[in-house]
């Protein structure tokens, strides 16, 4: 799997369930080994909790220098000190990011920008899922769709100029299961006619998908050396579900998750791996969608993962692009 898929690799057919020869990450149960890192610089988005915080603590082990981008200064600060607890060495550093504030997003990559420091990785992470009303954006979209799509579209974009300037630079991107059910109402991308929280989820975490295969196709196009790819991560026991869920409730609603026994789940350590193995492996191909591998992607060692029909339609990640560009006033730099 060291080869180069060219063009949208929505062209290929994949098995749900690929043999042991195409397996990518682990085998009994073993911990995914993440490959030296060293000396690399990463922005990790949510990088203090769930996923983001996993994916954090494994790629500082390895020897990365972590940006931690988070919307809380505190939280920010307190996951770090966790991590150091385990891992004296690693190197992290908080900055705040909120991706539902294309400001925050301009200010953090001018940030960056001015430090004139690599980049080699960025881990498009963060997100919110299915709040039960309908919230806005400081700029006024949808809230899951700008803070899930928007916001980290508009992040890797402005970040390119730093990301091209790398030698065998990545841009990896979270998704979801539920992408397969999502639609993109390009009519109403901000639901603002009618707004139900999982169809809003679900089309941010296609848009997500979208955007990781745009931009594989683009870097192919145009010969970068950038790989863009996709990670989801089953169905893995975090915060993000409950938090959402308690968006403008008065008190915290009972995690659901913790109740759906007949459900496979996975813990955070095995959930983070189809984000790593895409983040950081050598083998992890551009324009590719890694999940885990068993009860039809809910949980498992990583392997490639089916992209759904709805991924599939000539095109659509084309206009989406040009639709995210017209939201956010991001185009790709000249230089590029």
Not at 174 to 185: F, H, Y
Not at 192 to 204: F, L
Not at 236 to 249: P, Q, V, Y
Request: hydrophobic share 40%; net charge positive; glycine share 8%.
């Amino acid at each position: 799997m060291t080869q180069k898929i060219e063009g949208h690799h929505e062209n290929v057919t994949l098995k749900l369930f690929v043999d042991s020869a195409t397996r990518v990450a682990r085998a009994g149960g073993a911990l995914y080994n993440v490959p030296s890192q060293q000396d690399k610089i990463v922005v990790v988005t949510g990088a203090n909790s769930g996923t983001g915080r996993e994916t954090t603590r494994r790629l500082a082990g390895a020897g990365a220098h972590v940006i931690m981008a988070v919307r809380s200064q505190e939280k920010g600060d307190a996951a770090r000190e966790e991590i150091l607890a385990q891992q004296p060495d690693a190197r992290l550093e908080v900055h705040l990011l909120d991706l539902a504030d294309l400001s925050s997003v301009k200010s953090f990559a001018e940030t960056l920008a001015n430090e004139k420091r690599p980049l080699h990785l960025l881990v498009n992470n963060a997100g919110v899922m299915a709040p039960p009303k309908r919230f806005e954006t400081v700029d006024g979209f949808e809230l899951q769709f700008g803070t899930n799509f928007l916001g980290p579209f508009a992040l890797t974009l402005r970040l390119l100029p730093l990301l091209l300037a790398t030698d065998g630079s990545r841009v990896t991107t979270m998704s979801s299961t539920v992408a397969a059910m999502g639609r993109i109402r390009f009519n109403d991308p901000q639901r603002r006619r009618h707004y139900s929280p999982y169809p809003a989820y679900a089309q941010s975490k296609l848009a997500d998908l979208l955007f990781a295969q745009e931009l594989a196709s683009i870097a192919n196009r145009r010969n970068w050396d950038l790989i863009s790819n996709a990670a989801h991560p089953g169905f893995t026991r975090t915060n993000l579900i409950s938090a959402g869920a308690s968006l403008g409730r008065d008190r915290p609603r009972r995690q659901w998750t913790s109740e759906a026994k007949f459900l496979p789940s996975q813990g955070v350590e095995q959930g983070s791996e189809p984000l790593l193995y895409a983040a950081a492996s050598p083998e992890a191909v551009s324009g590719v969608y890694y999940g885990p591998s068993r009860y039809f992607g809910l949980v498992g060692p990583t392997t490639i993962a089916r992209v759904p029909r709805s991924a599939r339609k000539p095109h659509l990640g084309e206009r989406l692009w040009k639709l995210a560009e017209q939201l956010t006033d991001v185009e790709l730099p000249d230089a590029t």
